[in-house]
């Protein structure tokens, strides 16, 4: 017999194994708080996208008006229609107009929040964009059904200051013309640069604020004037900054539906055309294959934001 | 040089214009909803009352809708809660293979065009025959929420001063006693203000639920259908002010939340 009195390790309770491995093994630790997150957006997100591609390369049973899954190309061609194409080229031209807008608008502002706001106008600046930023879609895509009316604010406006033939010789253009303001692609125009004006302010605030005053110092010391500094100094550096902006504006008018329905006149936009498919149609193959234009060019877009620092501006 | 020689006349009143422009709509909603003219968009009102908002109270179609958009809002930003601060928690200040990929994986259902999204869903459901329900909304609205609260959380947990979990762990706290008392009480706030989020967000949102929600009306699905087919102008004022005076408090809310968060960063 032994004289020393081996003393057993005390049982460690499970909740301590457990969390002595959780910190030693950060790989375990890792993979346990990513598991649910990456099961939810991997199997509900991934895999109904993933459906919708495969959708894409589905056709329609002529007679029935089931969806047939065999492989076929039908959708693809069917794209490639002249009234198809044009609707295509209408989005992303009307994406391109608003996200330039955007950035006019949005400049100023941010300008002015950045560098010459400071303490309480600056907060309430900041809330002053972030509130309709935040606030109902609906409600703001409504006050402008509102605004728009013939009877409505705008043209009793024009009408007050003996301006109305503005607005008129702007509805008899023939593009962005119509009847009113409220059916014409101008007010649908409008309405897409007020819904997401606030998306590009925030960052291209932020992307200015981040340039050293000292930098604006020195354009000015080397006899650069205020254009000079603007377009040498300022518009380069917040480059990052209107990137990571024009994504939203880009990407947000490219995909919506409700608003050339409620504010315009009866032309088409991509997210009508996909809804329509999908919906009235009953047409979910064709719908799939024209809701990967979307995605293709975003997809293009985000790797040209990307190449412009975007990422680290958002 | 903040303000040298203070903001030119001309960049002030741009500024200011912008404001404006951003603001006049919301505030003619509120003038919209007391006017008495009930046919027509009238500017200026013929006269005010506050009749319709008595008009608005009866109607059991904007509760049931009101019911049905707070139901879904809560519990998606639960879900949104749960699965956001895990991401959060494993992606704050970790380097491996596939970061990037997960975190724009989290990102991508507010980057896409919601339109894909919906009908992602929508074809999913389609395909595995699943009906309509309260929970297919949930699934939708919880996707495109999580990336509010992990926002939130990430730009919290990198503020975190990662000695205080050391400390814990030194003095012999285990892990979850750890998370239980020394991150959670920091992270809170952060939670909370991306939780008001994504209540926010779910709560207005329609373009994914046209998709997943069937017969179902939730509030946004209400007012779209007002917009397209306006049955009684007046209600929908009344609604109108209503959602803006329940989103405004969230919204409100949250910014006060995480001020910190916002000066830290800058």
Redesign the interface.
């Known amino acids: 017999m032994s004289g020393v009195l081996a003393l057993p390790a005390p049982p460690q309770p499970l909740?301590?194994r457990?969390?002595?491995l959780?910190?030693t093994r950060?790989g375990v630790l890792?993979l346990a708080?990513?598991a649910?997150?990456?099961l939810?957006?991997?199997v509900?997100?991934?895999?109904?996208?993933f459906?919708?591609l495969a959708?894409a390369f589905f056709g329609l049973d002529d007679f029935t008006g089931q969806v047939v899954r065999e492989f076929t190309l039908k959708n693809f061609v069917e794209l490639m229609r002249p009234s198809n194409l044009d609707v295509v080229v209408r989005s992303v031209s009307m994406a391109i107009a608003v996200t330039l807008t955007c950035v006019a608008?949005?400049f100023?502002?941010a300008?002015?929040?950045a560098?010459?706001a400071?303490g309480a106008t600056k907060a309430m600046?900041?809330?002053?964009?972030?509130?309709?930023l935040?606030?109902?879609?609906?409600?703001?895509?409504?006050?402008?059904?509102?605004?728009l009316?013939k009877?409505?604010?705008i043209?009793?406006l024009a009408d007050q200051a003996h301006a109305h033939w503005i607005i008129d010789a702007l509805l008899s253009l023939p593009a962005i013309g119509g009847p009113s303001l409220s059916f014409s692609t101008l007010g649908t125009f409008i309405v897409f640069v007020?819904m997401w004006?606030?998306f590009m302010?925030l960052p291209v605030q932020?992307a200015i604020?981040?340039i050293p005053?000292?930098y604006?110092?020195a354009s000015g010391d080397l006899g650069a004037g205020t254009g000079m500094t603007f377009a040498k100094v300022i518009l380069p550096l917040a480059l990052p900054g209107i990137a990571a902006g024009s994504?939203f504006t880009f990407?947000?008018t490219?995909?919506?539906?409700?608003i050339p329905?409620?504010i315009g006149d009866s032309t088409n936009y991509?997210?009508q055309v996909?809804?329509k498919q999908?919906g009235v149609a009953g047409n979910?193959p064709f719908?799939?294959a024209f809701?990967l234009v979307?995605?293709v060019v975003?997809g293009v877009y985000?790797w040209f934001a990307k190449r412009l620092g975007a990422f680290d501006a958002l | 040089m903040r303000s040298e020689r203070g903001a030119g006349l001309g960049l002030k009143a741009a500024a200011w214009a912008v404001i404006a422009f951003l603001h006049i709509p919301l505030a003619l909603i509120v003038l919209y909803a007391f006017s008495a003219e009930d046919k027509s968009y009238v500017f200026p009102p013929p006269a005010l009352t506050t009749k319709w908002f008595a008009v608005a109270w009866q109607r059991e179609d904007v509760w049931a809708a009101i019911k049905l958009s707070f139901q879904v809002a809560s519990l998606s930003s639960v879900v949104a809660i749960v699965l956001g601060t895990l991401a959060a928690a494993a992606l704050a200040r970790t380097k491996f293979f596939g970061r990037d990929a997960i975190s724009l994986l989290l990102i991508l259902p507010i980057a896409l065009p919601g339109v894909i999204t919906g009908i992602a869903l929508r074809s999913a459901y389609g395909t595995l025959e699943i009906p309509f329900s309260f929970w297919t909304i949930v699934i939708g609205h919880a996707t495109f929420c999580v990336v509010v609260v992990y926002n939130n959380a990430v730009a919290r947990l990198r503020r975190l001063n990662p000695n205080l979990i050391e400390a814990s762990m030194d003095l012999g706290a285990d892990a979850f006693q750890t998370v239980r008392h020394v991150i959670l009480p920091q992270l809170g706030s952060a939670l909370l203000a991306g939780a008001l989020l994504a209540f926010a967000l779910s709560f207005d949102e329609v373009i994914v639920t046209t998709f997943t929600a069937g017969q179902q009306t939730t509030l946004p699905i209400w007012m779209l259908q007002e917009l397209i087919r306006p049955r009684q102008r007046p209600v929908t004022n009344v609604v109108a002010v209503v959602i803006i005076a329940l989103t405004f408090i969230p919204i409100l809310a949250a910014y006060y939340l995480t001020r910190a968060d916002e000066s830290a960063h800058r």
Do not use: C, T
């Open positions: 909740r301590r457990i969390s002595d959780l910190y950060r890792l708080l990513l649910p997150p990456l939810w957006f991997g509900i997100y991934l895999g109904s996208l459906a919708l959708n608008l949005a100023p502002l300008y002015y929040m560098r010459h400071s600046l900041y809330i002053a964009v972030m509130l309709p935040w606030s109902s879609y609906l409600v703001r895509l409504y006050a402008w059904k509102l605004l009316a009877e409505g604010a043209s009793w007020y004006l606030p302010i932020a604020e981040r005053g000292s604006i110092e994504i990407s947000l490219l995909g919506d539906y409700i329905q409620v991509i997210g996909v809804y999908q979910v719908a799939a809701s979307p995605i975003v985000l």
